[in-house]
């Protein structure tokens, strides 16, 4: 689960930053189309800056809106391969759309990438890894 305190993590410049504290507050409110909205104004300001994909990836995710979060995801990925994050928000749109096997390699690779300090990516891993057993015993 996407927290504010993850929304709000990265400084950015200041009218970037006003877009992108409305999209905060609105995510908080549960206004999420609204959220998304401030968070493409700062993506216009700011273009480069794969916490506002990160941020319009989980307020879309949250309107069911999976293909155009799964690119917010991806394109934050693109931006800041290193960043667990953006794998952590690739892994959700997959297990959403049922993908658990590319869920379980998303999420495994925002847990890498977090070098253990992610404890949510970790029990993603390890809840999805149930989940592909359960399926493949089912299928048998």
Do not use: H
């Amino acid at each position: 689960m996407t927290t504010t305190a993850d929304i709000a993590a990265v400084p950015v410049s200041a009218p970037t930053s006003s877009f992108r504290e409305q999209g905060n507050d609105e995510y908080r409110k549960g206004n999420y189309l609204k959220a998304a909205a401030n968070y493409t104004k700062a993506i216009k300001e700011e273009p480069e800056l794969a916490a506002l994909y990160s941020n319009r990836s989980a307020a879309l995710m949250q309107l069911s809106k999976l293909p155009k979060a799964l690119a917010d995801a991806e394109e934050c990925i693109r931006l800041e391969p290193q960043w667990d994050k953006g794998y952590f928000r690739k892994g959700a749109v997959f297990e959403a759309l049922g993908k658990l096997e590319e869920a379980f390699e998303a999420y495994k690779l925002a847990a890498d990438k977090a070098k253990g300090s992610s404890r949510q990516a970790q029990e993603k891993v390890r809840n999805i890894q149930k989940l592909i057993r359960q399926r493949a015993a089912k299928a048998t």
